[in-house]
């Protein structure tokens, strides 16, 4: 590092000597130069003359009047010359240094304030342990609340909502066991932007319910997690999105959420993944599909990739193809079934509903033990054998994807 400085500072003012020498000589070369041709113009004009006299072309005393306008002119000419040399010569000159010397000065200054002194470069494994230190040591869920304001109800509720919502406020406070009252009140909440409250009535509602909660009601405590922390994924709403994947891992509102932590801890490599497969899912209309519009063209860039927006919803049915596939490798179990899991679920779903060709049941199926659901990829194997009975080349295909799942021999 210390030698990249020594470098820097050599080449800086390498270069500033070379600006400065040019505009010095240039000056001195250029500014000026009209009062010196003024001078040697009139001198060979009085030669010229002295030439017109021995040849007989002038008379004598037209030749003396005009050497004498001549002369003087050559005079006043010498003269302007020597004024420009002490003192207009200096001030061009002068500024051009000065322009210099601030342009080098305020771009060292430039880089100070917006680069990274003293901070080297980091190699690729670097970056990912430097992006999981940062998400294993990002700030609690309580930190984020209490830096933000305290919640006011807005003025412009209307007066009969008010009172209401005051009202079910106060029941729910002394009825604390009930589940209903905790639901509807996260609901309200949550329409009036009271986020903490409605993360708070969440809580309880989800320790009532206890195993009977659904991964949707998961899901929106870590969207309210999420909210009541001003957009920051902490690591309680990480948690509360995990699980729901767990269960149910084409949930949108959970992988759009991880993307987003993924995001803000520094891994747009695998944010871009997931939400491109959002988008890729659709339908238009979710929820997650306008964020995720604002953001990926500037995520895919931060990922290094070059992207075009894709339609929205094109991969909705068709399930992963072999790219999708070979784009999970490199991607934890968790983020595996965030990216492929909708997709399955839409190819399974469309199978079950409208049937389909052999390659798309053989791609559920590959699909299936890619994400070790092996028992469910052997359930869909034999379904499709039956299906395919009569046709030899469809029956190949749902063996080959058999065995590349790992259930047939």
Request: net charge negative; glycine share 12%.
């Given at each position: 590092m210390l030698s990249f400085w020594f470098v820097a500072v050599a080449i800086t003012l390498m270069v500033g000597a070379v600006l400065a020498r040019a505009v010095v000589r240039g000056g001195h070369r250029d500014i000026g130069s009209r009062a010196a041709s003024d001078v040697e113009v009139y001198r060979a004009q009085l030669g010229e003359v002295d030439r017109d006299v021995a040849r007989g072309v002038i008379a004598k005393a037209d030749a003396e009047r005009v050497h004498a306008e001549i002369a003087r002119r050559l005079i006043a000419a010498d003269k302007a010359q020597a004024n420009e040399t002490a003192t207009t010569n200096a001030a061009p000159t002068s500024i051009a240094l000065i322009i210099i010397a601030v342009g080098l000065l305020g771009s060292t200054a430039a880089y100070w304030w917006l680069g990274a002194p003293g901070y080297g470069d980091m190699g690729l494994k670097d970056r990912i342990a430097f992006a999981e230190e940062v998400r294993i040591s990002r700030p609690e869920q309580s930190v984020a609340?209490?830096?933000?304001?305290?919640?006011?109800?807005?003025?412009?509720?209307?007066?009969r909502y008010k009172e209401l919502l005051g009202q079910l406020r106060s029941a729910v406070a002394k009825r604390p066991d009930d589940a209903q009252g905790h639901a509807l009140l996260a609901q309200q909440e949550r329409r009036i932007g009271n986020f903490l409250a409605a993360k708070d009535a969440q809580v309880r509602l989800l320790k009532l319910k206890g195993e009977t909660a659904t991964p949707q009601e998961l899901a929106d405590l870590g969207e309210l997690q999420v909210l009541s922390?001003?957009?920051?994924?902490?690591?309680?709403?990480?948690?509360?999105?995990?699980?729901v994947l767990n269960g149910d891992p084409s949930n949108g509102v959970a992988r759009y959420y991880v993307g987003l932590m993924l995001a803000q801890t520094g891994r747009p490599d695998q944010a871009f993944r997931i939400w491109d497969a959002l988008l890729r899912a659709g339908p238009e209309d979710a929820p997650w599909i306008p964020p995720i519009l604002e953001q990926i063209e500037e995520l895919a860039e931060?990922?290094?990739?070059?992207?075009?927006?894709?339609?929205?919803?094109?991969?909705?049915?068709?399930?992963?193809?072999?790219?999708?596939?070979?784009?999970?490798?490199?991607?934890?179990?968790?983020?595996r079934m965030e990216m492929i899991g909708g997709m399955v679920s839409g190819l399974s779903q469309r199978l079950a509903d409208e049937g389909g060709p052999a390659r798309d049941w053989a791609r559920l199926i590959a699909?299936?033990?890619?994400?070790?659901?092996?028992?469910?990829?052997q359930a869909i194997h034999t379904n499709a054998i039956e299906v395919f009975a009569a046709d030899k080349d469809a029956l190949e295909l749902?063996?080959?994807?058999?065995?590349?799942?790992?259930?047939?021999?």
């Open positions: 609340e209490a830096s933000l304001p305290t919640f006011v109800d807005p003025e412009n509720i209307d007066g922390a001003g957009g920051y994924v902490s690591p309680e709403a990480e948690m509360s999105l995990r699980a931060l990922a290094g990739v070059r992207y075009a927006i894709p339609e929205i919803g094109d991969a909705s049915g068709r399930g992963p193809n072999s790219e999708d596939i070979e784009n999970a490798q490199d991607m934890t179990p968790a983020e699909s299936l033990g890619v994400l070790g659901e092996w028992e469910r990829a749902i063996n080959a994807a058999g065995r590349k799942a790992g259930i047939i021999d």
